[in-house]
């Protein structure tokens, strides 16, 4: 790869991650430097290839020890946080990742003499919810605008591409189960983003290209149900498989067992999270905070999920050519 290095230095945490290697890459095309603060650098390995000889460098930082945040950050001309869980696993809580993390961020940030990062929450985060993940998110935001109100806020919706762990998950699920969960009857909306439009969103405020002190909300082009997503995956996959509804009282207590246990299909703050629409918000759109009103135009869940979900057909990508 031959990238013209512009010389700035970008620090994102949480590089490694799902969203978080898009967003590496997207600012290894513009020419960054780009500094990978993960917790696991010998973990981190894949990132390289995704830009110049020497141009990407994982570093050790984690969100729960100060002096590794403010060490990743020295000498950065520009901050990500792409740091974020689904639910919580040890030691890495909704409240220290999610909640307090992004506060740390930011004051290393201001210490090393930066005016604004650009964080990731989520479209949903709220102070008031009865989900402790939306909380957590609301929490996050508002450390990171006291701390640096000029910084750039990006609430993206359910997030997809190859290694999502939401039409993935469900995938995987069809090959082995006759039966997927309807999770509150499958009527809550989202509006599925592409992971490479969000890292494009990301690399535009890196670039400076989107208002300090805003929050974007970053929606695909279609809003869909809980139910037509499944259905997609099922139509992808060239499954047939049952879909059955769970109301919300039974999956929250189904939710609540399952959590106990290692990957767990569902979790029962999960399932809160569904009593919410996640969808752009009118108001967003009307103002311009959205990825069509910052020029980027927005791919399809048809355009892109069977990329990557063909694998698990009964014959993976072999099923290619066969009638369906």
Same mark, same amino acid.
């Given at each position: 790869?031959?990238?013209?290095?512009? #010389?700035?230095? !970008?620090?994102?945490?949480? *590089?490694?991650?799902?969203? *978080?290697?898009?967003?590496? &890459?997207?600012?290894?095309?513009?020419?960054?430097?780009? $500094? /990978?603060?993960?917790? @696991?650098?010998?973990?981190?390995?894949?990132? &390289?290839?995704?830009?110049?000889? *020497?141009?990407?460098?994982?570093?050790?930082?984690?969100?729960?020890?100060?002096?590794?945040?403010? $060490?990743?950050?020295?000498?950065?001309?520009?901050?990500?946080?792409?740091? *974020?869980?689904?639910?919580?696993?040890?030691?890495?809580?909704?409240?220290?990742? &999610?909640?307090? #993390?992004? @506060?740390?961020?930011?004051?290393?940030?201001?210490?090393?003499?930066?005016?604004?990062?650009?964080?990731?929450?989520?479209?949903?985060?709220?102070?008031?919810?009865?989900? /402790?993940?939306?909380?957590?998110?609301? !929490?996050?935001?508002?450390?990171?605008?006291e701390t640096l109100p000029g910084s750039v806020i990006l609430r993206p919706s359910i997030v997809f591409g190859p290694e999502d762990k939401f039409f993935n998950k469900f995938a995987d699920m069809a090959r082995f189960s006759p039966?997927?969960?309807?999770?509150?009857?499958?009527?809550?909306?989202?509006?599925?983003?592409?992971?490479?439009?969000?890292?494009?969103?990301?690399?535009? /405020?890196?670039? #400076?290209?989107?208002?300090?002190?805003?929050?974007?909300?970053?929606?695909?082009?279609?809003?869909? =149900?809980?139910?037509?997503?499944?259905?997609?995956?099922?139509?992808?996959?060239?499954?047939?498989?049952?879909?059955?509804?769970?109301?919300?009282?039974?999956? =929250?207590?189904?939710?609540? !067992?399952?959590?106990?246990?290692?990957?767990?299909?569902?979790?029962?703050?999960?399932?809160?999270?569904?009593?919410?629409?996640?969808?752009?918000?009118?108001?967003?759109?009307?103002?311009?905070?959205?990825?069509?009103?910052?020029?980027?135009?927005?791919?399809?869940?048809?355009?892109?999920?069977?990329?990557?979900?063909? @694998?698990? @057909?009964? %014959?993976?990508?072999?099923?290619? %050519?066969?009638?369906?």
């Amino acid at each position: 790869m031959s990238t013209a290095l512009n #010389g700035k230095l !970008v620090t994102v945490f949480g *590089g490694s991650g799902f969203l *978080g290697r898009h967003i590496v &890459q997207a600012l290894a095309k513009r020419g960054y430097r780009v $500094r /990978a603060a993960v917790r @696991r650098p010998d973990l981190a390995t894949h990132l &390289q290839p995704l830009g110049a000889v *020497g141009q990407i460098m994982p570093v050790q930082a984690n969100l729960r020890y100060r002096w590794s945040v403010d $060490r990743a950050v020295i000498g950065a001309d520009a901050v990500v946080n792409a740091v *974020g869980i689904l639910a919580p696993s040890g030691k890495q809580s909704f409240d220290a990742v &999610q909640s307090f #993390g992004p @506060r740390a961020i930011a004051e290393a940030a201001r210490a090393a003499g930066l005016d604004r990062i650009t964080h990731i929450s989520a479209i949903g985060a709220d102070a008031q919810s009865s989900s /402790a993940y939306a909380r957590s998110k609301a !929490v996050g935001e508002a450390g990171v605008l006291e701390t640096l109100p000029g910084s750039v806020i990006l609430r993206p919706s359910i997030v997809f591409g190859p290694e999502d762990k939401f039409f993935n998950k469900f995938a995987d699920m069809a090959r082995f189960s006759p039966v997927l969960p309807l999770l509150g009857g499958g009527e809550s909306k989202f509006q599925p983003v592409y992971v490479c439009d969000v890292a494009e969103a990301v690399a535009r /405020a890196v670039d #400076g290209q989107l208002a300090g002190g805003t929050t974007y909300e970053l929606g695909g082009p279609e809003v869909k =149900s809980f139910k037509s997503c499944l259905e997609d995956v099922l139509e992808v996959t060239r499954r047939n498989r049952v879909l059955l509804p769970l109301p919300f009282p039974v999956a =929250s207590a189904m939710g609540k !067992v399952l959590q106990l246990f290692p990957y767990a299909p569902f979790t029962a703050d999960q399932v809160e999270l569904l009593k919410t629409d996640n969808v752009v918000s009118d108001k967003a759109k009307a103002e311009g905070r959205t990825l069509e009103g910052i020029g980027i135009p927005p791919a399809t869940l048809a355009a892109v999920l069977p990329t990557y979900l063909e @694998r698990y @057909r009964e %014959h993976g990508q072999y099923d290619a %050519h066969r009638p369906a």
